[in-house]
């Protein structure tokens, strides 16, 4: 869906529920938006966020992953002389989450010696790596875990998790020194099903506008002033 961060979800623009959120964290000292196209730049400035620069065409392809893009933001701050110890990336495709998130997320990692947070999302059981198999060459199956026999019960599966996307919070020198936005420590923060979706598809759209309506209609959703 080509632009479609200031396309219109449920009368606003997709960029908008993210930088509410990030706004009304209480642990984040700045909001930058990282983008090289001047009418997203002008609905960020609209919606609070800073936007003080455009991403260079090199970090603007479709397939660009988003670490350079992270920390071209970092060095044009750092160039400035401002600095900061951890960098908090919030994607516009990922519109439910909450500045109780963002900040649960920060504080997680305040609180510990991890080198990252992200939001993670319980596996259901049935895809549980202790009964999921990979197929070899020969179209033999192999438990994912390399274990020779799969765990019998339900029950007795160990709890399982995947990375969510909608907040990464990374220190600074794993980002910028280790390439990295996980490192070698990494801690989750869970999240319901309810606050979850990533918008990469129409039908990923029309099930934010579901759950996005449902949080709204029971006050689930941040909301700050217009600008």
Known sequence: MPRKNIKLLCGRPLL??????????????RVILSTEDEEIAQVGRQ???????LRPPELARDETPM???????????????????????????????SAEDIDACIQLLENSQADAVVTTLAV???????????????GLLCLSTGESAPIPRRQDLPTAVHREGSVYVTRRETLMEKNSFYGERLLGHE???????????PNDWQRAERLLSQL????????????
């Not at 259901?124 to 020969?138: I, K, L, M, R, T």
Request: hydrophobic share 35%.
């Open 124 to 138: 259901p059981a049935e895809h549980n790596p202790h009964w999921v198999y990979f197929q070899d060459a020969q």
């Open 47 to 53: 919606f609070g966020v800073e936007v003080p620069f």
């Open 191 to 201: 999240l319901s099903p309810e606050r979850s979706v990533n918008i990469d598809t």
């Open 67 to 97: 670490l350079p893009v992270a920390q071209h933001a970092v060095r044009f701050l750092e160039e400035r002389d401002d600095h900061f110890d951890a960098v908090c990336l919030l994607q516009p495709t990922n519109p439910l989450r």
């Open 216 to 227: 709204t209609s029971n006050g689930g959703q941040n909301r700050r002033g217009d600008n």
């Open 16 to 29: 908008a529920y993210t930088a509410e959120a990030a706004l009304s964290s209480r642990l984040i000292s």
